[in-house]
């Protein structure tokens, strides 16, 4: 069975300095990565996701994450983060062949001023 | 264009009671997946359709829990005789066969008291 593994559960960082949220997965198939966000009080939005192609992708918000198959992970990073960057952040992971998402348990990113 | 709705946001309910969310995808997509998330169990799949038919059910915790659509387009999870460890937030996504790209809705957050 497919895992999601989130390495992190609270990650506090300061305002402008660089972030890192970690993200293994397990899966023994060709596989789509996903990483979603839900700030205070909303939905889960997609952030970014990695389907095939290049192995780093980015986000509108400066966001990006890279693929790396010998290691299983697909870290999101950003260089420097805001407050608004507040949020918990889900790395999902879909099987080629198959449908449904496997979540993480959730990063929470807290940017302190 | 409009994104994926649910109603109620908010359902309270007491223990025994049957509840129904609804779930309205984007306007096109031919997949809808429900998903629970909850402090303990972080988000689950619960059930996948492919138009009306639900080839996944495999997810639903318990004979207590159902769900049908109906012309491709609206769902309704229903939860028989609630239970307080039912209470969570209920998501559901769509998604179109072009793209690998799950939409989420907002959400109905359950309370069984």
């Known amino acids: 069975a497919q895992s999601v593994t989130q390495l992190d559960s609270q990650v506090p960082v300061f305002e402008e300095a660089p972030v890192e949220l970690r993200c293994n997965y397990s899966s023994s198939v060709s596989v789509y990565l996903f990483w979603y966000v839900q700030y205070p009080n909303q939905g889960l939005q997609l952030l970014l996701k990695?389907?095939?192609?290049?192995?780093l992708v980015e986000s509108i918000n400066g966001f990006e994450a890279e693929f790396n198959k010998s290691q299983t992970s697909f870290h999101l990073r950003k260089p420097s983060v805001h407050i608004s960057d507040t949020a918990e952040y889900f790395c999902?992971?879909?099987?080629?062949?198959?449908?449904?998402?496997?979540f993480g348990k959730g990063t929470l990113l807290t940017v302190n001023p | 264009g409009a994104g994926v709705s649910q109603s109620p946001s908010n359902k309270v309910t007491e223990k025994g009671k049957d509840v129904e969310l609804r779930c309205d995808p984007i306007?096109?997509?031919?997949?809808l997946y429900w998903y629970r998330q909850s402090l303990g169990q972080g988000l689950e799949f619960l059930i996948y359709f492919q138009g009306n038919s639900a080839p996944d059910k495999s997810g639903l915790p318990s004979d207590r829990f159902s769900a049908e659509r109906t012309g491709g387009s609206v769902s309704t999870l229903t939860i028989q005789r609630t239970q307080q460890e039912d209470s969570a937030v209920y998501l559901c996504?769509?998604?179109?066969?072009?793209?690998?790209?799950?939409?989420f809705g907002p959400g109905t957050r359950l309370t069984v008291l």
């Open positions: 996504a769509s998604s179109s066969y072009l793209t690998d790209t799950q939409y």
């Open positions: 990695y389907l095939s192609g290049s192995t």
């Open positions: 999902a992971a879909r099987a080629g062949s198959n449908y449904k998402l496997t």
């Open positions: 306007s096109g997509h031919t997949a």
